[in-house]
């Protein structure tokens, strides 16, 4: 499956935006789908998962109440919807999928640039 995140940018500290990952060669819902971030000299962090049916989702602490992972099976697409963002939330922000019978994200997306202005 081949993966493509896109939707980053700018944005001020308070806002919302919202990243859109988008699969090709299979069914998305075939996949578990994370999304994982690395700021500039940070390794790469996981943001949150949702698991193939989207009736599961997990997040890091430091993003709950304020993100939400969201999958459209009609459109193969998974989102990342990220409100009230801070400027610690800038970075790149990277979509990977695993199928079922494994744990390894071994499908990455080429990654978007997020910026948080302050």
């Known amino acids: 499956v081949q993966l493509q995140a896109f939707g980053g940018g700018l944005v001020q500290a308070g806002g919302s935006l919202r990243l859109s990952c988008t699969a090709s060669?299979?069914?998305?819902?075939?996949?578990?789908v994370g999304w994982f971030r690395q700021a500039p000299g940070k390794k790469r962090e996981f943001v949150g998962s949702?698991?193939?049916?989207?009736?599961?989702?997990d997040y890091t602490d430091s993003v709950k109440g304020r993100f939400t992972i969201s999958r459209d099976g009609a459109k193969n697409t998974v989102y990342l919807q990220m409100n009230s963002l801070k400027p610690d939330d800038a970075a790149v922000y990277y979509c990977?999928?695993?199928?079922?019978?494994?744990?390894?994200?071994?499908?990455w997306g080429q990654g978007t640039k997020v910026t948080v202005s302050s």
């Open positions: 990977a999928a695993h199928p079922a019978f494994t744990t390894v994200y071994d499908y």
């Open positions: 060669g299979r069914p998305f819902s075939t996949y578990t």
């Open positions: 949702i698991n193939r049916s989207g009736s599961s989702t």
